[in-house]
């Protein structure tokens, strides 16, 4: 579990070093600012997305994959208006 966790780790943060740079780079006075917003957002709703296919919409076991509170992932599903099968 560990060496996996430490691969997902090692890839996301090449992945993330390769796409910040080039989002840096191109960002000038009109467009600076909310990165944290634009990373989170495009990273979020894909991942509860996946998350909620591979556990054929149980939002309980979603919940626990993700590490976070089933009523936290019920808002999330609504604030994304993710489309789901309502298993709890």
Same mark, same amino acid.
């Given at each position: 579990?560990? #060496?996996?966790? =430490?691969k997902?780790?090692?890839?996301?943060? =090449?992945?993330?070093?390769? @796409?910040?740079?080039?989002y840096?780079?191109?960002?000038n006075?009109?467009? #600076?600012?909310?990165?944290?917003?634009l !990373?989170?957002?495009?990273i979020? *709703?894909?991942?509860?997305?996946?998350?909620? =296919?591979e556990?054929?919409?149980?939002?309980?076991?979603?919940?626990? !994959?993700?590490?976070? #509170?089933? #009523?936290?992932?019920? *808002? =999330? !599903?609504?604030?994304?208006? !993710?489309k789901? *099968? @309502? *298993?709890?």
């Amino acid at each position: 579990m560990q #060496n996996t966790q =430490k691969k997902v780790h090692t890839f996301l943060e =090449k992945w993330l070093d390769k @796409s910040i740079k080039q989002y840096v780079g191109a960002m000038n006075e009109q467009n #600076n600012g909310h990165l944290h917003e634009l !990373i989170m957002g495009g990273i979020e *709703k894909p991942l509860v997305e996946i998350v909620l =296919k591979e556990t054929n919409g149980n939002q309980t076991q979603a919940a626990n !994959i993700l590490g976070i #509170n089933r #009523n936290t992932l019920r *808002k =999330k !599903i609504a604030e994304y208006e !993710i489309k789901c *099968k @309502s *298993k709890t």
